[in-house]
């Protein structure tokens, strides 16, 4: 394993290493090597102009050789603060207080006259400290379709040296350079659905147009307006012209697809590239919002204070920009899966106050109130209206699942059976099943898992049959048949999924020839370090060594242990389990409970909100029992019933047990 991932996976989001702790974020220092582009004044022309000419003259400000643009997400957050507009600018007072707040050491202001077809660019560069003019450029004329022209002269002037002026924008069309400054103002305002259309444009206009790609792929994170085809054509036009962007940008793309292209990113190498955006722009409240996102989302597949970074993380956005909602929107939800509601009660009431118009309004009201203790009756009036919710609020709702003492069963059963009415194509009626039996699982309900399975076939349900058996509660018989069929066709990721499968059937039966013949099929599968035999080949070696009582079985453990824990693209959810019982049968209790708490949180289904989410619970709380922990096991023990509160006959023994051991703890 490479040992530099191995660092990187100790680190905090400062390089820190870890406990990782809150890092009060100071107001920011004006920095000389820093400039804020305002947005310019506008007299007789469009109005998205200021905005929209402000963003593209900050990319000719790239750090290399010249100053660097601070970020303009928070210049035009604090701009309007502080009652801008595009015909109204602000005053010197308040443009050098801005300046401030974004640690920028000049500013510049401008202004757009037009007079017919004929546009009027001046501009100026201000000393934040003094507020003395440093430069004046302008005035640049010429016809309104010639903009990217009269920015490059513009810059020039302003820059006053050639090697700062970059070609980006060189033969763009003036119609994609509009379509992408519309893009950029309905981001900055969180529409994404709009967004998305405007960038849309512009690459429609212009195929090569960098910046472009970047605010689609960037915009998608938040909507999911792409189709899979559309993400992957964007990816490669974002990855093929990435050296047109500066330096922060392209480190953005990076962050966002990372820097193995096509290969996808390992959880860990996700991290460190969103860490890199930080370290290049500290004052770039965006930046700290996609690492925060990282870390929260995903971030405890490979380190056990994700959710700690996460908040740090949260907090130094909103500290760089008090207007950022997606920053308290997910504060919000920390605080329900930490239990910290005085977090969720400050987060979502923020959230409301920025974003009243939100389609997310729903869940940012359902977290306020059950902080307050008002949930049961917020949840009980959304289930009678829930036809009438967002679509995208009905795709959350299921993920509260994960923030298991907060969740109310009605409203998430009631959200799936909403989504499974919208589902119009085979795949979201597939995608609608695989959420309703992974929910069914949770609540110890396996025979209507099975039924729904059933009911809607799809190319995974053969493989769900036998990972419900082997690692929550599914039905033995179901699983042993599934084995006999003929697996679906596939690439040879799926053919790997299917040998390593086998593995664990052979493992859980103690057969150790037949977990060692799979591992050595899948070694000799292997493709590119980071498909399904990567991990699941050591992990079945050392599965075997432990049936076989091999001396070097823990080395074997660990090295397993260790690449999983770098969070694979291929993994598939279960492996946390696969390892706590290797751990367990080792008699590694710390190494046990570390494999049971990595998941995924408010994931798309792998673990988050995976079908094996209560039997990790009830694992955890024995395994806490059995050490002395009883704060622990009463924790799991409580969360698990209240996962599987109505289980089916099959499971009640099961859940009455963990009662009894529940009113046996201390």
């Not at 829930?386 to 679509?391: D, L, M, S």
Request: net charge positive.
């Amino acid at each position: 394993m490479n040992p530099l991932l191995l660092a990187l996976a100790l680190q905090c989001p400062d390089g820190a290493p870890p406990p990782c702790r809150a890092v009060p974020v100071r107001a920011a220092t004006p920095d000389s090597h820093v400039i804020a582009v305002l947005p310019f004044r506008v007299t007789g022309a469009d109005t998205t102009l200021s905005e929209g000419v402000a963003e593209l003259l900050a990319l000719e400000y790239t750090g290399e050789g010249v100053q660097r643009a601070a970020d303009m997400g928070s210049v035009l957050r604090a701009w309007r603060a502080a009652g801008g507009g595009s015909r109204t600018p602000v005053d010197l007072t308040a443009a050098r207080r801005l300046a401030t707040r974004v640690g920028a050491g000049h500013f510049v202001s401008g202004s757009i006259v037009a007079t017919g077809r004929q546009l009027t660019l001046s501009a100026q560069v201000v000393a934040t400290g003094s507020g003395a003019v440093r430069l004046r450029a302008g005035p640049v004329r010429g016809q309104a379709d010639s903009l990217p022209d009269l920015l490059r002269t513009l810059a020039a002037q302003l820059i006053t040296t050639s090697a700062g002026v970059r070609p980006d924008l060189a033969g763009v069309p003036v119609d994609a350079l509009r379509a992408f400054m519309a893009g950029r103002a309905h981001y900055r305002r969180s529409e994404w659905a709009d967004a998305g259309r405007a960038f849309d444009r512009a690459l429609e206009l212009d195929s090569t147009f960098a910046y472009a790609a970047l605010g689609r792929l960037l915009n998608d994170g938040w909507s999911t307006g792409l189709s899979a085809t559309d993400v992957g054509r964007v990816r490669r036009l974002a990855w093929a012209y990435r050296e047109r962007l500066d330096p922060v940008n392209r480190a953005l793309v990076m962050a966002s697809i990372g820097a193995h292209y096509p290969r996808f990113p390992l959880v860990i190498e996700a991290i460190e590239a969103k860490v890199a955006v930080t370290r290049l722009a500290p004052e770039n409240a965006d930046a700290w919002m996609l690492l925060g996102d990282e870390y929260a989302h995903r971030g405890a597949l490979v380190q056990p204070d994700a959710l700690e970074r996460a908040r740090d993380a949260f907090e130094r956005a909103l500290a760089l920009d008090p207007g950022l909602s997606e920053a308290a929107v997910h504060l919000s939800t920390l605080g329900l899966l930490t239990g910290d509601l005085a977090l969720t009660r400050r987060s979502s009431a923020l959230a409301l106050r920025l974003a009243p118009a939100s389609p997310w309004l729903p869940t940012w009201k359902l977290d306020l109130a059950i902080a307050e203790g008002r949930g049961d009756r917020v949840a009980d009036s959304l289930v009678r209206v829930i036809r009438e919710t967002p679509t995208a609020f009905v795709g959350l709702l299921h993920l509260y699942q994960t923030a298991i003492e907060y969740a109310d069963t009605a409203l998430i059963a009631a959200s799936i059976e909403e989504r499974e009415r919208r589902s119009s194509s085979a795949a979201e009626r597939r995608g609608s099943a695989s959420i309703r039996v992974r929910w069914l699982m949770n609540r110890g309900r396996p025979a209507e898992a099975e039924q729904v399975l059933r009911a809607v076939p799809s190319a995974d349900a053969r493989n769900l049959r036998i990972v419900h058996f082997l690692f929550s509660a599914g039905d033995s018989a179901a699983a042993a048949l599934a084995l006999r069929e003929t697996p679906a066709a596939g690439d040879y990721l799926a053919s790997q999924a299917e040998q390593c499968l086998q593995g664990q059937w052979f493992a859980r039966l103690g057969d150790a020839e037949g977990v060692m013949r799979r591992a050595a099929a899948l070694r000799a599968s292997a493709v590119d370090g980071v498909d399904v035999a990567a991990w699941c080949a050591p992990l079945l070696e050392a599965q075997g060594a432990v049936l076989l009582r091999q001396a070097d079985a823990r080395r074997l453990a660990a090295s397993a242990d260790s690449l999983i824990a770098l969070g694979m693209p291929s993994v598939q959810g279960w492996e946390g389990l696969a390892l706590a019982r290797l751990w367990s049968q080792l008699g590694d209790d710390a190494a046990t409970l570390r494999a049971l708490r990595r998941v995924e949180w408010f994931g798309g289904g792998r673990t988050g909100s995976g079908a094996h989410l209560a039997e990790r619970l009830r694992l955890e709380g024995q395994l806490c029992s059995r050490t002395g922990d009883a704060a622990g096991a009463r924790l799991a023990y409580r969360r698990y019933l209240l996962l599987r509160a109505s289980p089916e006959p099959a499971l009640v023994p099961q859940r009455d047990s963990v009662v009894a051991e529940l009113r046996r703890l201390p």
